[in-house]
């Protein structure tokens, strides 16, 4: 585990790498304080191919300054800015892309075709990538390999979406947020940003912390609002925001690994607390159980609340 200092606060880097090896146990414990400690991390030896990341970056940059920047700096928004009037939009230029279920990214306006091809084959390898690290999650958690992917999955699997977005210079950013505060509605989110201009910042301990920009293409992973409900809490959301500059346009290709809309969410029955039971039946099982671990004791409360139901 690497850890970047930015303004007396380490953020976890998770080196995948390490899973394979003699590393493995260290290495998923840390993924789990990074998951419950603090809702956010990066990602190193991912296993996604370092090329198609760049070229996906530039084939982006490229589509926002042919197709999107006169129209951004067009817009009521840039002007209200000119004279000093702010409002509650966000400064960014942004559209979003469906994987999974239905693809749309044949309906994006002035797409190419190559974009098209470059954006399909990062996706394939960053849905594997999703797919692996809900499954670590679940390990973590004490649940089934599978118990996040089958929960997210509804009726035709989970959703798969990206939020491609642009953060251009603004000439007044102690007016104007990129993005206002918030936490993700869906699941696990997987980063791909700028390598040379910052502005991301999360919400730790009381403090925004700058996310700096991402070196070597490692993934920044947050978690939404369903694996916190999931979780039962474990895993928390954390709130973040877009900070705007005065220098630098801030690329950001966001992927959404969420459940699908018809999927039932609720805490996974194994994370949540016993209840329903008799003071007197814990004291007598507390008893025998005194010096060993609360958790297994939980556990056998729960059991003998889920016979009592039957």
Known sequence: MVLIKEREMEIPVIDFGELDGENRIKTMSLLDHACDKWGFFMVDNHGIDNELMEKVKNMINSHYEDHLKEKFYRSEMVKALSEGKTSDADWESSFFIWHKPTSNICKIPNISDELIKTMDEYVS???????????????????????????????????????????????????????????????????????????????????????????????????????????????????????????????????????ADDAVISPAPKLLYPSGYRFQDYLKLYSTTKFGDKGSRFHTMRKMENEDSV
């Open 125 to 259: 390898q960053l849905h594997k990538f999703a797919e692996r690290l809900s499954n670590l999650m679940c390990e973590n958690l004490g649940l089934s390999q599978e118990y996040i992917v089958n929960a997210f999955s509804g009726s035709e699997g989970p959703a798969f979406g990206t939020k491609v977005a642009k953060y251009p210079e603004c000439p007044r950013p102690e007016l104007m947020r990129g993005l206002r505060e918030h936490t993700d509605a869906g699941g696990i989110i997987l980063l791909l940003q700028d390598d040379q201009v910052p502005g991301l910042e999360f919400l730790k301990d009381g403090k925004w912390i700058p996310i700096p920009p991402s070196k070597n293409n490692n993934i920044f992973v947050n978690t939404g609002d369903q694996l916190e409900i999931l979780s039962n809490g474990k895993y928390k959301s954390a709130v973040h925001r877009v900070m705007t500059v005065k220098d630098g346009c801030r690329l950001s290709i966001a992927t959404f690994y969420n459940p």
